[in-house]
């Protein structure tokens, strides 16, 4: 082009910027896509020297790609110019368009600025329109091809092979180029950008599929079992997905648990515990159901986990089989509320029961309750001569007001069942169909010789046998108790005075056979005292009353009653 007069140009000159074009928008990278555009300016524009200074995030220029003298690119490539430095060298010199020319006479000032430069020797001008030296000529790219856009970066030339200042048709033929270049370095950062993007994705994607297989050999060869179930919805709570663990624990196929949410699985009395329990980190302990109809008790631990960033999210639910420990548990509670040698209720398991039963209100006023135990059994001192049951009653103890501050918290609705005693008939004296919570106190006669005559292992064996007799006799609802020692208690519901007395007789009828203890028969007697529960009573009182009914009668019985192996 440095032979050619404006505006006449060789068809060579227009095939040779045209390949550059060409070139410069079919580069592989942003790096191939800069050097292309300092080559062009080289090879198709007629310039020794060219650089692309390229505008960084930070808004500083750096050296990006240099053509012409290898010397010049190793000693700036890569230098850093500051943005304010390059903002005042195209506000100076000359404005071309788009161009921006510096005369020598105008650029000394910038010889000592932070943009990297490069200075080239040669003669002065010799005629007006001769390039100088330190003549220097820049060639802004903007995003949108004019200054109002964002500024891309600055091609800088240098030496027209010609040596002279370039005239209309090399401006103009720099700027369009500038332009060119300007888009060729958008496309090639948008390709750059969707390459990074592309190889982010396809990293996202494969720590994706392997988090997946991880989660999923996580979730499939789990040593508990574990279930994903649907969350919201109509479904809510269906099963989605079990594991092995969980099929295998449940003795059902993973086909046959789709069919089923928890709450068709847990045991009826857990379903409130089910519900209660959170969606996200919720815990509970309950007992589902085996395809066998028998029930496990499990630890469930819950949270939420979603298919995507906005997906449907699902319930994971983590299910750790706790047989073992809750048998562990009930043993525990068994041996600390039972009798380790009898297996029977122990005082404490008694007192909680009866304490169950009974309330602090009393019943409303009436005969003191001695009153009625004498009306209803008659006095125990006369008795106690002529009749064999004799005896056989409760003591109350002294009546309750109704000032006192027993119906402290008391709302006007009492769901309490409260308990009664049995009352006779005021005329007649006999059973008038009242039934009440009986508590019958029975000791043991002639106990004591066989623990001394044999030795505790024989009295241990007698005790264990009295107390299978006891529990044969009575119903699946009462209860049989062991207070320590040779004492036994029995409460029994729903009974009336004759009901009560006919059950001590065949209570102590049960005890009464010889008891075979290492080869040897043994035989031991029993008192029974009848004690009635009444709200308004603590356990303590009843059992009390029970214990001196039943001194009263083994006082009153002769001797001969009461039979000793």
Request: with cysteine.
């Amino acid at each position: 082009m440095e032979t050619e007069s404006e505006p006449y140009v060789r068809l060579a000159t227009l095939r040779q910027l045209h390949q550059v074009m060409a070139d410069m928008n079919t580069a592989r990278s942003l790096a191939d896509t800069l050097q292309t555009v300092a080559d062009g300016v080289v090879s198709g524009l007629g310039y020794e020297l060219a650089c692309v200074n390229l505008v960084r995030p930070d808004g500083d220029l750096v050296v990006a790609a240099f053509a012409g003298n290898s010397a010049a690119e190793a000693l700036i490539t890569g230098r850093v110019g500051s943005r304010d430095a390059w903002d005042r060298r195209l506000a100076m010199g000359k404005q071309w368009g788009e161009l921006r020319f510096i005369p020598h006479t105008e650029g000394w000032v910038l010889d000592e600025d932070d943009v990297p430069q490069w200075f080239t020797a040669g003669p002065p001008p010799r005629f007006e329109d001769e390039w100088h030296p330190a003549d220097r000529l820049f060639a802004p790219m903007y995003a949108t091809g004019t200054s109002g856009g964002e500024l891309l970066g600055v091609i800088s030339v240098d030496r027209p092979r010609n040596g002279r200042i370039p005239g209309a048709w090399g401006r103009e033929a720099l700027q369009m180029y500038a332009f060119q270049a300007a888009i060729a370095i958008s496309n090639a950062r948008l390709r750059s950008n969707m390459q990074r993007a592309l190889v982010r994705l396809e990293r996202e994607q494969q720590a994706l599929r392997a988090s997946e297989e991880s989660f999923r050999q996580a979730f499939e060869y789990a040593p508990s079992g574990m279930a994903i179930a649907e969350m919201g919805g109509d479904q809510h709570g269906r099963i989605l997905r079990t594991n092995d663990a969980l099929c295998r624990l449940l003795g059902r196929p993973a086909s046959a648990m789709r069919r089923y949410s928890f709450s068709d699985l847990v045991h009826p009395e857990d379903i409130g515990t089910l519900l209660r329990t959170s969606a996200e980190g919720g815990r509970a302990e309950l007992r589902l159901a085996r395809r066998d109809g028998t029930y496990v008790w499990v630890s469930l631990r819950n949270s939420v986990v979603a298919d995507a960033a906005d997906g449907p999210r699902f319930l994971l639910t983590h299910v750790e089989d706790i047989e073992e420990r809750k048998r562990r548990e009930l043993h525990l509670a068994h041996r600390a509320s039972h009798d380790s040698l009898t297996g029977l209720p122990n005082s404490a398991e008694l007192r909680a029961r009866l304490s169950a039963r009974l309330c602090r209100r009393p019943q409303e006023p009436g005969p003191s309750a001695i009153d009625s135990l004498d009306a209803a059994y008659g006095d125990h001192r006369g008795a106690a001569a002529g009749d064999d049951m004799a005896g056989i009653g409760f003591d109350f103890g002294a009546p309750v007001p109704h000032e006192s501050n027993l119906y402290e918290g008391f709302d006007g609705f009492d769901h309490h069942v409260h308990v009664a005693a049995p009352e006779p008939d005021e005329a007649s004296g006999a059973d008038n169909g009242t039934k009440g919570l009986a508590v019958l106190f029975c000791d043991l006669d002639g106990f004591k010789s066989i623990n001394d005559r044999f030795g505790h292992n024989a009295g241990d064996a007698v005790l264990i046998e009295v107390a299978r007799r006891l529990t044969s006799v009575v119903r699946d609802g009462d209860t049989v108790a062991r207070l320590g020692g040779d004492e036994f208690v029995v409460l029994a519901d729903g009974l009336g005075r004759e009901d009560a007395q006919d059950l001590a007789v065949r209570l102590r009828n049960a005890i009464i056979p010889p008891i075979r203890v290492d080869g040897r028969a043994v035989r031991v007697g029993a008192s029974f005292g009848i004690g009635w529960a009444h709200c308004g009573m603590t356990a303590e009182e009843v059992l009390q009353s029970a214990d001196q009914r039943m001194y009263v009668e083994k006082r009153s019985r002769s001797k001969q009653h009461r039979r000793a192996g």
